[in-house]
């Protein structure tokens, strides 16, 4: 074919037309470019099984250190900004609790490093009882010498920099990212304040109250790829109780998601399951099934519809006083020391010794709720060991789809219901004197917490 002089002018002018259309798409700034309106997200995960046997934390009846590793304990951090510069982190822990003071120097740091307020961070534990006792925390249960007193506390501040270090890396590594969220659901968790571990058999028909959902966040970069999982579970993290370092379920669930989604970085968050135990338990293959079991319902979830998160976030953070009973004279105390023996006498003894040092007990404690939203998805993170009601609760004020998460900040006791501070026993009463409060919750605890709940939801909008 012949092209003549009239249709390679004619060509020309196209061309130049196009190149002229190119140049204004890209050669215009709008007002707010595209990358400003995406989720920024960053992830960080660092190794922190002890290099040396310590002390397990979470049960009164180990007698000696930890003998090996089963999995190894991870942190991990996932920080998001949102479309106008917000920031917040979230740290998971394959440990026992973060302790009041252990928890508030990391916050101090946080804060001082990186500009990041209390509301701006979660640090969550798993509530693993198979990992290192961190710091003091529960220190009278236990009946290690000062020696291995001394090895917990340089981890504890091995740690602490490790938690540190970690949210600054999550932070460094900041980019475009897309949030989904969903809930899935994994029945193995069992009430146990109303169930009877022994009796349980395949038949017995379960009572409740239980929480089998699976919260899930997703965090994928503009192309699909997905680099970070957050999941949750509202179960005590104790299928296992040896002498092995291991995350217990949570930590085979974070290792199979890995497996599973390689590149993909999965973070377990514990929610309210104070009053709930993975049954049965007691063996590593029970612990690991346990594990698949939730890998597989996070999948499900992930293969699933997700709702798609805008990018806004907004935090908040509170404490209220939480009213103690009255605590028990000094006379009663010491009446106690004398009759009884093993941890309870011990736990309290540092009753007693708390009233010498300062003169008094405490009357109250300042608990803390904080709540995030993301998008459209609400997530509550409450401290303490909270019983399963309150997700129940919270669920029934805020919706289904609401993340509910325990075990943040602070475990500074259980935290009952009013049915379970009633109903007494280990979470309603008994628990309290290993935490070193002098007396149960005085009523009406329940009705406090959410109040809380409520007037920091409120502060989200
Ligand atoms: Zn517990």
Not at 98 to 126: N, T
Not at 444 to 457: D, F, N, P, Q, T
């Amino acid at each position: 074919m012949l092209i003549g002089k009239k249709d390679t002018l004619m060509i020309a002018f196209i061309v130049v037309f196009l190149i002229l259309i190119h140049v204004n798409s890209y050669g215009e700034e709008p007002a707010s470019s595209p990358g400003n309106e995406v989720w920024q997200a960053g992830v960080a995960s660092v190794d922190i099984t002890p290099a040396e046997p310590l002390w397990l934390g979470g049960y009164a009846a180990r007698t000696k250190p930890a003998e090996g590793t089963l999995l190894p304990l991870h942190a991990k951090a996932l920080a998001l900004r949102d479309a106008s510069g917000n920031r917040a982190v979230l740290v998971t822990a394959d440990i026992l609790d973060f302790p009041k003071a252990f928890a508030e120097r990391i916050r101090a740091r946080v804060e001082a490093d990186y500009g990041l307020a209390r509301a701006e961070l979660i640090l969550s534990a798993s509530h693993t009882h198979s990992a290192p006792i961190i710091g003091t925390s529960l220190k009278c249960i236990y009946t290690f010498n000062e020696q291995e007193e001394q090895k917990i506390m340089a981890y504890a501040d091995g740690l602490e920099t490790k938690i540190v270090a970690l949210v600054g890396q999550a932070l460094d590594s900041l980019a475009p990212a897309a949030l989904y969220s969903g809930n899935g659901i994994a029945r193995f968790a069992v009430n146990r304040r109303n169930n009877k571990e022994g009796a349980l058999t395949a038949t017995t028909a379960l009572q409740g109250p239980m929480d089998h959902a699976v919260p899930v966040l997703k965090i994928a970069r503009p192309d699909g790829t997905v680099v970070a999982v957050v999941f949750g579970y509202a179960c005590h993290a104790t299928t296992l109780d040896g002498y092995e370092y291991c995350g217990d379920y949570p930590g085979f669930a974070q290792a199979a998601l890995e497996t599973q989604h390689p590149g993909v970085t999965a973070l377990f968050f514990a929610g309210c399951g104070a009053d709930q135990n993975p049954l049965p338990r007691r063996s590593v293959a029970l612990a690991r099934q346990y594990g698949a079991t939730l890998a597989a319902a996070v999948t499900r979830v992930l293969e699933d519809p997700m709702t798609v998160l805008e990018p806004r976030l907004a935090t908040t953070y509170g404490e209220v006083d939480v009213a103690l009973e009255p605590a028990p004279d000094i006379d009663t105390l010491r009446q106690r020391v004398a009759d009884t023996g093993g941890y309870e006498q011990r736990c309290t003894q540092a009753l007693l010794d708390r009233f010498e040092r300062e003169g008094s007990l405490p009357s109250s404690y300042p608990y803390p709720v904080q709540a995030w939203r993301l998008g459209s998805q609400l997530l509550v993170a409450l401290g303490g060991e909270v019983v399963v009601g309150y997700a129940v609760a919270v669920k029934e004020r805020f919706g289904l789809e609401t993340f509910v998460m325990g075990y943040a900040n602070d475990v500074l006791a259980y935290i009952p219901t009013e049915d379970v501070l009633k109903g007494g026993g280990y979470e309603g009463q008994s628990a309290q004197m290993i935490y070193g409060l002098p007396a149960p919750w005085a009523s009406g605890i329940e009705a406090r917490i959410l109040a809380e709940v409520e007037a920091r939801v409120k502060a989200l909008q």
